[in-house]
């Protein structure tokens, strides 16, 4: 089945940087679109980043702009998030999906 793991949340300092992974397994990941979402407390979930199935093209949410990079290694059916310049805003549970399917989670707080 399905398998989505993430890891590399934490607890940070503004202007700190933490990495996010997200292993995949149970479906061709090179094959899929990938994103990672989000879900603030007392919040829905938000879209923040998208990478194309070969890495070529990436999206990214305007206030992450800039600051987050996505990446994936489809040799390691891996994905990634690279978050610069963390911000009180950005904590938030952050899961990987493929569109059908999303992990657990990795939970990400910034604070002083």
């Known amino acids: 089945q399905v398998q989505l793991v993430e890891s590399g949340g934490g607890l940070v300092q503004p202007g700190g940087s933490l990495r996010l992974s997200c292993v995949a397994s149970?479906?061709?990941?090179?094959?899929?679109?990938m994103l990672w979402v989000r879900q603030a407390p007392g919040q829905g979930l938000e879209w923040v980043s998208s990478?194309?199935?070969?890495?070529?093209?990436?999206y990214y949410k305007d206030s992450v702009k800039g600051r987050f990079t996505i990446s994936r290694d489809n040799a390691k059916n891996t994905l990634y998030l690279q978050m610069n310049d963390l911000k009180f805003e950005d904590t938030a549970v952050y899961y990987c999906?493929?569109?059908?399917?999303r992990g657990q989670g990795t939970q990400v707080t910034v604070s002083s």
């Open positions: 999906s493929n569109d059908a399917h």
């Open positions: 149970g479906f061709t990941f090179r094959h899929y679109n």
């Open positions: 990478i194309s199935s070969d890495g070529s093209n990436t």
